[in-house]
């Protein structure tokens, strides 16, 4: 296979609909034949990516060397270049294109194809007519439609790999996926104007169509951006919806006790009832020291309900209110507290892989009586802090992020180089295996079973029927090694990874995070691991209790913060918030904003002498006026290394 069947690639006409890219640097339009070119090489390509082991594909350069398929010194020469353009060409340029027939891809000496037969049939491939009466669109149309299906697999494959990798195994940047020349605000402009009748996103408009095949072709910070935009917005209709609801829960119980005063008690019956369906405000209480059964209870029957505000009332352990009303900052402090329990590998729902990254436990249904509903509920509350925008620190195994949660776009199946994200030992003896010789692998007496120990017994069950009869051997090696390795990443999780992403999907819809690579969407359930932007942190602060931004406090703090290692200010971070990453977007997006109070007074010696202070719910750091960077770096560091909290001082 060779990058140059597919690497011409020069000018197209101006995107109608608004683009940053000249005629000259835009892609070409292919013909359909060099479209069928490609899309073959891409499916040969994409098998062979799924099916051969990462030193081959590395260290080998099989099926391409990394030089042909992506170079430095001719960053546009390359497949991966290539295979951008034709995408870029077939998911956004043609389906913005005049309805006139030079605007459409067409055999030569064939007539263009109706408006109705354009972009998005092209992408729809089960639906392209092959019918006679449309002889001049069908083969056209069905050659696009593959381009976009085969080339979004393999681009999504390779960016996956890109995303994962590091040092010499990286293929590219990713900005080597991206397309050159996107209009920022036309993309964010025409996916917010593409609605259903629902107001969920249009699959047919050119803009998420193309995020639902390559959406490696916007770069992550845009994707970032929309999924931000669309969260919010569907958060502020639920949220009206909920005031309204409110208001006429509130009418209705004026209603009743109104009818009630008039003696007509059947009307206020009624009313009440009314008001019953209505609701009010989403109010649970939960004991402290009942948290995940409690949540359960009260939280699980919400459905739908559960996209609105929910106000929290703690139930300390003698059974008494806790002091505090919920503005937001409780239901905050309770979902973190909930997901750290539920998560945690104690209570049987969530395994953890070599790594220490979770993932649900494949034997969850035949421990816990109750997993499928607990899953659920799990993936509900995941769904929920992502829909509020609050950070949970945990990670999650690579092959659970990117397979059950993409099977919303082609090519997101887990495959055998997947495996090491599991179990890294399982692959290297499969990778081994592979090379052994006819004897070698008879000496092993193995068949095409696998042992199952999810239910506390070792059960053995067949990779295929009639498996435990069929021994393993070089001709069949390969079969075995790939049977294997999509019975531990895809079937044998699948009850309780299907249970948990029910719940998720409730909050968070998967047009959302389909557009976003495993190691993405790791960033957008917890935060960047990058170092903290000190100007981005101080920029979206706010002060209280008599601080404000020119305060010679507020200016110590700051120069103290400035001083600490990265460790430190993420350690500082998590103190304050509880999570010790950066908001992928930056702080504005922090939810509440960090506020920094004054705890004293500058006049009170005395309270220097004390420790600050955090409340995590509501992102409030409590800070004595110290007098110098040295006292200030001291107490802080002291504060965060001890755990003060609400204590310690």
Sequence with gaps: MSASAASAAPSVRADPYGSNASASSAPAPHSWSESLVLSVMASVFSAHVATADLDEFYSHGRPLPLSELYDERQPTAGFVAALRDALWQVLWHEPAADKAAAATVAAPGTSPPSPAARAPAAVQPQHASSSSSAPSTSLPVRVSAELAESGGRLYAQLYELCCRAAGDRRLAPPAAFHAPGLASERFMSEASSNRGAGGEPDSSARVWSLLGHAPALIPFSERARLF????????????????????????????????????????????????????????????????????????????????????????????????????????????????????????????????????????????????????????????????????????????????????????????????PTLDPELYRNLMRLRHFSEGD????SLTFTATDGAFGKNTEVELKPGGRDIPVTADNVMEYIHRMADYR??????????????????????????????????????????????????????????????????????????????????????????????????????????????????????????LPTAATCMNLLKLPPYRSVAAMREKLLYAVSSGAGFDLS
């Excluded at 692998?441 to 092993?444: C, E, K, R, T, Y």
Aim: glycine share 10%; hydrophobic share 40%; charged share 25%.
């Design 489 to 610: 990443l895809n079937q044998q999780p699948r009850g309780p990874t299907h249970a948990f992403l029910r719940g998720f999907f409730a909050l968070v819809r998967p047009q959302w995070v389909s557009m976003f690579s495993a190691e993405e969407l790791q960033l957008l359930i917890g935060g960047s691991e990058e170092g903290i932007r000190l100007d981005d942190l101080r920029a979206h602060v706010q002060y209280a209790g008599g601080y404000h931004e020119d305060h010679p406090v507020v200016h110590t703090f700051w120069e103290a913060v400035a001083s600490f290692t990265p460790e430190e200010q993420r350690s500082l971070l998590k103190f304050v918030t509880s999570c010790s990453r950066a908001p992928l977007l930056g702080f504005k997006f922090l939810e509440p904003q960090m506020c920094i109070q004054m705890a004293g007074s500058v006049l009170d010696e005395p309270c220097t002498r004390r």
């Design 441 to 444: 692998v008879g000496q092993l």
């Design 228 to 419: 931000q935009a669309e969260v919010s917005s569907d958060r502020a209709v639920h949220y009206e919806m909920q005031t309204q609801g409110q208001h006429a829960h509130l009418q209705a119980l004026m209603a009743a006790e109104e009818a009630a005063l008039d003696g007509d008690h059947h009307m206020a019956a009624l009313q009440q009832q009314q008001a019953a369906q209505m609701g009010s405000d989403r109010f649970v209480t939960i004991r402290r020291d009942h948290l995940l059964d409690d949540g359960f209870d009260r939280l699980a029957p919400l459905g739908d309900a559960l996209k609105g505000r929910v106000r929290v009332q703690f139930i300390n352990e003698h059974g008494e209110q806790e002091a505090g009303v919920d503005g937001g900052g409780l239901f905050k402090d309770f979902l973190e507290s909930l997901i750290k329990e539920g998560f945690h590998g104690e209570r049987g729902l969530f395994a953890t892989s070599a790594a220490n990254q979770i993932y649900p436990n494949p034997g969850a249904f035949g421990v816990l009586e109750d997993a499928p509903r607990m899953l659920e509920f799990m993936g509900r509350m995941l769904g929920k802090a992502v829909y509020e925008g609050i950070l949970v620190e945990l990670r999650f195994a690579s092959f659970f992020l990117k397979g059950d949660t993409k099977t919303f776009r082609p090519g997101a199946r887990c495959d055998v180089n997947d495996l």
